[in-house]
């Protein structure tokens, strides 16, 4: 029988994304993936998936989820969100086995924006360009180029489960809140007169409940530019930081319009991507500008940390379960002799 | 000429800037050297996004460093060939009746001409394709008639129809999906510029030309039958 994840409720925002659509922006059409590439990752890889594998991005508006048809592992990590499997509290990030019947609920927690739910074996979707991250502005990818809603079922590749009882998974470091997001000045820094970049730096800016997918509106102290607030369109980074005439910064974030018309006056490095996205409308951020050599060297060390096995925790007492993980990981990604479709 | 400026955004992302307007010979240059780094399939280039006036190149520093990624950059921008790229000339049907044309008649009158006056300079002049943007398949036509450089709306109007023609800012553009705009619709194509699980997904290429020919609304509709089915509406030719 096949295995199925069922949809059994979901809030607004709640999407199929991977590793993003790529090599498509010179068409006019947006990378996406996930808003954390770090917790997506990390839910990926204690199953033993690829770590770009689509998996389920959740937002404020929490989902429920079940299985039909057999069990199959997942995990979830990402922010600090209300888990529970049959009504029984779960750490943070967590790896368990979901069997018929059970309900795995995910719920707004203590903080963050985004949790990742990825499926050992991955989802079986129709990749769309290339990706099957999905963009509901477009309407590409995921199911049906839409947010998932009650009652979808989602077909499983080639579910395995791996895991027993649940385990809690160590998140990475970048996961942890920090004193400032970390940004490199540009491409446009030299429309601002120094005075205003020292601004941004040192001011606390408030994340607007109007962010989303594309972007984090900040609210604040208005910027000044030196002179017009338009430029002739121009490629959009991942994480660049638009100052439109209000003076009011946009962080641009996974489903960016891939080009714009606004100076940017700083990008957001790469491994503090996921550290931006989390910050929750109504909560504060502070920049902090690094050399491109800073940005290098953290994006190296984080790939050395995330090469590694993901250490895991047994939860209550536990068996072999964190012997189990250990295993999987040791074989990185190659579907082990459990993996075998069940039912 | 302007030197050349490498901008960083991120430490995944360069661009190579090659002036600040919109202007058809830096386009060219931009295009040309696109075609040279995607034909030399440097390790570590994830993408290129050719625009107006810059080539932004998103690579992986810890395949390809900034300094050598710049280096090879450099090289093959001094190698490019502007000349040598092959463009092709097409031919749009476009409707500018009613109910296609919402804002034709309002433009019109911004613009201190008749509609008629409008859409016979908007089908006269062979328009470039400079770059992609916004949405997928929203191409920005350069080569407008300078009588329709319309200013971009106050507050963006209500999403317009699929397969929109419009102006704005002194440029034209063709937009496949529906989104809220502050562009001017004139009417619409039967054309479809992207399917996604078409073979190729998008029609046209930067630095092609498109020319408008005017059709009525009953031809719209037949035409529009017919590309619904994957057979093109428009005509193309190599470009002389």
Redesign the interface.
């Known amino acids: 029988m096949t295995v199925r994840l069922v949809i059994r409720a979901a809030g607004p925002g709640v999407t199929i994304q991977d590793g993003g659509r790529?090599?498509?922006?010179?068409?006019?059409?947006?990378g996406c993936g996930a808003m954390d590439p770090t917790a997506f990752r990390l839910a990926n890889r204690a199953l033993g998936n690829d770590a770009e594998a689509a998996a389920i991005e959740i937002s404020l508006g929490g989902v429920e989820v079940g299985v039909e048809g057999g069990s199959v592992a997942v995990a979830v990590a990402g922010g600090a969100f209300d888990l529970r499997l049959d009504g029984r509290r779960l750490p943070d990030a967590v790896a368990l086995r979901l069997e018929p019947e059970a309900r795995l609920s995910i719920r707004v927690g203590a903080g963050g924006a985004w949790t990742y739910l990825a499926v050992a074996g991955g989802l079986d979707l129709p990749p769309?360009?290339g990706s099957r991250a999905t963009h509901v502005?477009?309407?590409?990818g995921g199911l049906d180029g839409r947010g998932l809603r009650a009652g979808d079922r989602l077909t499983l590749l080639a579910p395995r489960d791996v895991v027993r009882g649940p385990v809690a998974l160590e998140p990475d470091p970048l996961m942890a809140a920090a004193a400032a997001v970390r940004v490199?000045l540009?491409?446009?820094d030299d429309l601002f007169e120094p005075a205003e970049i020292a601004a941004f730096l040192g001011r606390t800016w408030t994340v607007s409940p109007h962010s989303d997918r594309m972007a984090r509106a900040l609210v604040g102290e208005p910027l000044r530019h030196r002179g017009g607030h338009d430029?002739?369109?121009?490629?959009?980074?991942?994480?660049?930081i638009q100052v439109p005439g209000s003076g009011l910064p946009f962080v641009l974030t996974a489903d960016r319009?891939?080009?714009g018309g606004y100076p940017?006056i700083a990008?957001?490095?790469?491994v503090d991507l996921g550290r931006m996205a989390q910050i929750r409308p109504g909560e504060t951020v502070r920049f902090a500008a690094v050399s491109?050599d800073e940005?290098?060297a953290a994006?190296?060390a984080a790939?050395e940390r995330q090469a590694a096995a993901v250490r895991t925790t047994p939860i209550g007492g536990g068996d072999a379960v964190a012997a189990d993980l250990a295993d999987l990981n040791l074989v990185s990604g190659v579907v082990d002799a459990r993996a075998a479709t069940e039912g | 000429m302007v030197p050349l400026r490498f901008?960083?955004?991120?430490?995944?992302?360069v661009?190579v800037?090659f002036g600040?307007?919109?202007d058809p010979v830096l386009n060219e240059r931009v295009l040309a050297l696109?075609a040279m780094v995607r034909r030399a399939a440097i390790p570590g280039v994830?993408?290129?996004?050719?625009?107006?006036?810059?080539l932004?190149v998103?690579y992986e520093?810890?395949i390809v460093s900034?300094e050598a990624l710049v280096a090879r950059l450099g090289e093959l921008e001094s190698a490019a060939e502007v000349t040598a790229r092959p463009a092709r000339r097409w031919t749009f049907p476009c409707c500018y009746e009613a109910p296609h044309g919402e804002d034709l008649v309002e433009v019109a009158a911004r613009l201190a001409m008749s509609p008629e006056r409008l859409v016979a300079l908007h089908g006269a002049g062979a328009l470039r394709v400079h770059?992609?943007?916004?949405?997928?398949?929203?191409?920005?036509l350069g080569g407008l008639a300078a009588e329709l450089a319309a200013s971009r709306r106050a507050h963006p109007r209500p999403p317009h129809p699929a397969d929109a023609v419009m102006i704005a800012g002194g440029l034209a553009a063709i937009a496949p999906?529906p989104?809220p705009t502050g562009w001017w619709v004139l009417g619409r194509t039967p054309e479809k510029m992207?399917v996604?699980?078409r073979d190729p997904?998008?029609l046209v290429a930067?630095g092609d030309e498109i020319r408008f020919e005017a059709i009525d609304a009953a031809t719209f509709t037949a035409l529009a039958a017919q590309a619904a089915t994957g057979i093109p509406v428009a005509r193309v030719e190599a470009k002389p």
Not at chain 2, 46 to 54: A, I
Not at chain 2, 131 to 140: E, L, N, R, V
């Open positions: 790529r090599g498509w922006a010179r068409w006019g059409v947006t769309v360009l502005r477009s309407g590409l490199m540009g491409p446009q430029i002739v369109s121009d490629a959009v980074a991942q994480g660049a319009q891939p080009t940017k990008t957001v490095i790469g491109r940005a290098v994006r190296r790939a | 901008l960083d955004s991120g430490e995944c992302m661009v800037e600040s307007t919109v696109d994830v993408e290129t996004t050719p625009t107006f006036r810059s932004a998103q520093p810890l900034r770059m992609y943007g916004f949405s997928p398949g929203f191409a920005y999906l989104m992207f996604a699980d997904a998008f930067v």
